[in-house]
Nanobody, 129 residues
Protein backbone atom coordinates (compact mmCIF):
# COMPACT_ATOMS: atom_id res chain seq x y z
CA UNK A 1 0.00 0.00 0.00
CA UNK A 2 1.01 3.59 -0.63
CA UNK A 3 -0.25 6.51 1.43
CA UNK A 4 -0.23 9.95 -0.15
CA UNK A 5 -0.57 13.19 1.78
CA UNK A 6 -0.89 16.52 -0.04
CA UNK A 7 -0.03 19.88 1.47
CA UNK A 8 0.63 23.43 0.39
CA UNK A 9 -2.80 24.51 -0.71
CA UNK A 10 -4.34 27.80 0.30
CA UNK A 11 -5.70 31.13 -0.83
CA UNK A 12 -3.69 33.22 -3.27
CA UNK A 13 -4.36 36.20 -5.49
CA UNK A 14 -4.43 35.87 -9.25
CA UNK A 15 -0.91 35.99 -10.64
CA UNK A 16 0.54 34.47 -7.50
CA UNK A 17 2.25 31.16 -6.90
CA UNK A 18 1.87 28.08 -4.73
CA UNK A 19 3.82 24.88 -4.40
CA UNK A 20 1.95 21.72 -3.57
CA UNK A 21 3.71 18.76 -2.04
CA UNK A 22 2.70 15.12 -2.03
CA UNK A 23 4.50 12.95 0.49
CA UNK A 24 4.36 9.23 -0.13
CA UNK A 25 4.92 6.38 2.26
CA UNK A 26 4.85 2.68 1.78
CA UNK A 27 6.43 0.90 -1.12
CA UNK A 28 9.33 1.97 -3.32
CA UNK A 29 8.36 5.48 -4.29
CA UNK A 30 10.92 5.91 -7.06
CA UNK A 31 9.26 3.20 -9.16
CA UNK A 32 5.87 4.88 -9.22
CA UNK A 33 4.38 7.14 -11.83
CA UNK A 34 2.90 10.19 -10.16
CA UNK A 35 0.13 12.47 -11.27
CA UNK A 36 -1.74 15.57 -10.18
CA UNK A 37 -5.44 16.01 -10.82
CA UNK A 38 -7.93 18.65 -9.75
CA UNK A 39 -11.65 18.95 -9.28
CA UNK A 40 -13.59 22.18 -9.18
CA UNK A 41 -17.10 22.38 -7.72
CA UNK A 42 -19.65 20.93 -10.10
CA UNK A 43 -17.00 19.68 -12.49
CA UNK A 44 -15.36 16.36 -13.18
CA UNK A 45 -11.86 15.56 -11.98
CA UNK A 46 -9.33 16.61 -14.58
CA UNK A 47 -5.70 15.87 -15.29
CA UNK A 48 -3.17 18.56 -14.40
CA UNK A 49 0.21 16.92 -14.88
CA UNK A 50 2.21 13.76 -14.39
CA UNK A 51 5.71 12.37 -14.25
CA UNK A 52 6.95 8.93 -15.28
CA UNK A 53 10.41 8.29 -13.94
CA UNK A 54 11.35 5.25 -16.02
CA UNK A 55 10.60 7.10 -19.24
CA UNK A 56 13.53 9.41 -18.70
CA UNK A 57 11.54 11.48 -16.29
CA UNK A 58 8.82 12.10 -18.85
CA UNK A 59 6.42 14.84 -17.84
CA UNK A 60 3.11 15.86 -19.30
CA UNK A 61 0.71 18.70 -18.59
CA UNK A 62 -2.78 19.67 -19.56
CA UNK A 63 -3.01 22.50 -22.05
CA UNK A 64 -4.65 24.72 -19.43
CA UNK A 65 -1.58 24.67 -17.17
CA UNK A 66 1.27 24.12 -19.63
CA UNK A 67 3.95 26.75 -19.20
CA UNK A 68 2.65 27.77 -15.76
CA UNK A 69 2.86 24.56 -13.70
CA UNK A 70 5.89 22.33 -13.19
CA UNK A 71 6.09 18.85 -11.69
CA UNK A 72 9.19 17.58 -9.97
CA UNK A 73 10.03 14.78 -7.60
CA UNK A 74 12.57 14.13 -4.89
CA UNK A 75 12.94 10.38 -4.53
CA UNK A 76 15.14 10.77 -1.47
CA UNK A 77 12.25 12.50 0.29
CA UNK A 78 9.52 10.36 -1.30
CA UNK A 79 7.87 13.57 -2.41
CA UNK A 80 6.47 14.98 -5.63
CA UNK A 81 5.85 18.68 -6.10
CA UNK A 82 3.58 20.81 -8.21
CA UNK A 83 4.90 24.34 -8.65
CA UNK A 84 2.06 26.57 -9.76
CA UNK A 85 2.86 30.02 -11.13
CA UNK A 86 0.73 32.73 -12.70
CA UNK A 87 -2.33 31.33 -11.02
CA UNK A 88 -5.75 32.19 -12.38
CA UNK A 89 -9.19 32.09 -10.71
CA UNK A 90 -10.06 29.14 -12.95
CA UNK A 91 -7.29 27.14 -11.24
CA UNK A 92 -9.43 27.08 -8.10
CA UNK A 93 -10.08 23.45 -7.21
CA UNK A 94 -9.20 20.62 -4.88
CA UNK A 95 -5.90 19.21 -6.06
CA UNK A 96 -5.20 15.49 -5.73
CA UNK A 97 -1.97 13.58 -5.91
CA UNK A 98 -2.04 10.08 -7.42
CA UNK A 99 0.41 7.21 -7.74
CA UNK A 100 0.60 4.17 -9.96
CA UNK A 101 2.72 1.08 -9.45
CA UNK A 102 1.70 -0.36 -12.80
CA UNK A 103 4.59 -1.56 -14.95
CA UNK A 104 4.98 -0.75 -17.72
CA UNK A 105 3.32 2.62 -17.30
CA UNK A 106 3.08 4.09 -20.73
CA UNK A 107 3.34 7.81 -21.30
CA UNK A 108 -0.09 7.60 -22.89
CA UNK A 109 -1.45 6.50 -19.49
CA UNK A 110 -0.32 9.57 -17.60
CA UNK A 111 -3.44 11.65 -18.16
CA UNK A 112 -5.92 8.87 -17.39
CA UNK A 113 -7.16 8.86 -13.79
CA UNK A 114 -7.97 5.16 -14.12
CA UNK A 115 -4.25 4.43 -14.52
CA UNK A 116 -3.55 5.34 -10.89
CA UNK A 117 -3.93 3.04 -7.93
CA UNK A 118 -3.53 5.39 -4.99
CA UNK A 119 -4.93 8.82 -4.22
CA UNK A 120 -4.36 11.45 -1.59
CA UNK A 121 -7.11 13.25 0.28
CA UNK A 122 -6.74 16.45 -1.68
CA UNK A 123 -5.75 20.01 -0.85
CA UNK A 124 -7.80 23.11 -1.61
CA UNK A 125 -6.39 25.81 -3.85
CA UNK A 126 -8.36 29.04 -4.12
CA UNK A 127 -7.30 31.83 -6.45
CA UNK A 128 -9.00 35.17 -5.95
CA UNK A 129 -9.41 37.70 -8.72
Amino acid sequence: QVQLVESGGGLVQAGGSLRLSCAASGRTFSRYAMGWFRQAPGKEREFVGGIVIWSGGYTAYSDSVKGRFTISRDNAKNTVYLQMNSLKPEDTAVYYCAASGKFPFYTSDVGNSGSYDYWGQGTQVTVSS
